[in-house]
Nanobody, 122 residues
Framework: QVQLRESGGGSVQAGGSLRLSCAAS????????MGWFRRAPGKEREFVAA????????YVRDSVKGRFTISRDNAGNTVYLQMNSLKPEDTAVYYC???????????????WGQGTQVTVSS
């Protein structure tokens, strides 16, 4: 079965760093955009970052620009989110996603991971 599995979440103090990983299995994702969404308590799920199938283009939401970096391995089936200078407002469950449209008002997501908790304390 196709599966996305996140890892790397945890609890850190403000200003700290975490590196999330998403390992895809069951099919090739080398031609699929992949990325990350998050859902904070009491808020709607929101886009965080995305990367093109070949890794040549990346997109991040304004609130994390300069702090978060998305990347993927050469095979294209593992995507990473390096999170630096974390802030309490980054606290959320982070979900890995794959699909043809990860950005904009109407994303189209084919596959979701189960999520990993990121907690940032002040």
């Amino acid at each position: 079965q196709v599966q996305l599995r996140e890892s790397g979440g945890g609890s850190v103090q403000a200003g700290g760093s975490l590196r999330l990983s998403c390992a895809a299995s069951g099919r090739s994702f080398s031609d699929y955009p992949m990325g990350w969404f998050r859902r904070a308590p009491g808020k709607e799920r929101e886009f965080v970052a995305a990367i093109s199938g070949n890794g040549g283009s990346t997109y991040v939401r304004d609130s994390v620009k300069g702090r978060f970096t998305i990347s993927r391995d050469n095979a294209g089936n593992t995507v990473y989110l390096q999170m630096n200078s974390l802030k309490p407002e980054d606290t959320a469950v982070y979900y890995c996603a794959a699909g043809p449209k990860l950005t904009g008002w109407s994303p189209v997501i084919d596959y979701w991971g189960q999520g990993t908790q990121v907690t940032v304390s002040s």
